[in-house]
C-alpha cells in the first residue's frame, strides 16, 4: 500500500529523472555529512552509519513524494505537455545561431563607430 506505485507507467521517465536527481544530491549531502563525521573522529561505526541511514530515509522519502497523487499528477502533465512541444530542426537552430551572430557583430561595429564618432566631436569641442 504504501509502496504502490501512483499510475504505473504514466509520467515514467520524469518521475524516474526527479528521484535519480533527487538520490544524486541526497547522496552527495550524505558523503559530506560522512567526511565531516569521520573528521570528527566519532568511530568508524557512526560515521558510516548515521549517513547510510539518512540515505536510506530520505531515499524512502522522495520515493513517497514521487509516487503522491498530486505531485505525480504534475510530473505527467508536465510530461506530456513537453510530448507536444514543436521542436526546432538542426538547420532551423544553425540558421538562428548565424542570424544572431551577424546582428551581434552588426551592432557591435555600429556600436563602435558612434562611440568614435562622439570621442572624436567631443576631443574636438574640448580642443
Same mark, same amino acid.
Given at each position: 500500500m ?6 504505473r #507507467?504514466? #509520467?515514467?521517465?520524469?518521475?524516474? =529523472?526527479? &528521484? %535519480?536527481? +533527487?538520490?544524486?544530491?541526497? #547522496?552527495?549531502? =550524505?558523503? @559530506?555529512?560522512?567526511?565531516?563525521? $569521520?573528521?570528527? $573522529? ?12 539518512? %540515505?536510506v &530515509?530520505?531515499s524512502?522519502?522522495? %520515493? *513517497?513524494i514521487?509516487?503522491k497523487?498530486?505531485v505525480? /499528477?504534475?510530473?505527467?502533465a508536465?510530461?506530456? $505537455? ?5 521542436w +526546432? !530542426?538542426?538547420?532551423e537552430? &544553425?540558421? +538562428? !545561431? ?7 557583430i552588426? !551592432? ?5 563607430? !558612434? /562611440?568614435? #564618432?562622439? @570621442?572624436?566631436?567631443?576631443? *574636438?569641442?574640448? +580642443?
Amino acid at each position: 500500500m504504501i509502496f504502490d506505485i501512483y499510475k504505473r #507507467g504514466q #509520467g515514467k521517465y520524469t518521475r524516474l =529523472c526527479t &528521484a %535519480f536527481g +533527487s538520490a544524486i544530491v541526497v #547522496g552527495l549531502g =550524505c558523503f @559530506q555529512l560522512y567526511v565531516q563525521l $569521520e573528521a570528527a $573522529e566519532l568511530g568508524l561505526w557512526v560515521a558510516t552509519m548515521v549517513p547510510a541511514g539518512l %540515505f536510506v &530515509a530520505l531515499s524512502f522519502l522522495t %520515493f *513517497w513524494i514521487v509516487n503522491k497523487p498530486s505531485v505525480a /499528477d504534475f510530473m505527467i502533465a508536465a510530461e506530456n $505537455e513537453v510530448k507536444k512541444v514543436n521542436w +526546432s !530542426t538542426r538547420k532551423e537552430i &544553425a540558421v +538562428s !545561431t548565424l542570424v544572431v551572430i551577424v546582428v551581434v557583430i552588426f !551592432t557591435a561595429v555600429l556600436i563602435g563607430i !558612434t /562611440d568614435l #564618432g562622439f @570621442q572624436m566631436f567631443f576631443m *574636438w569641442l574640448l +580642443s
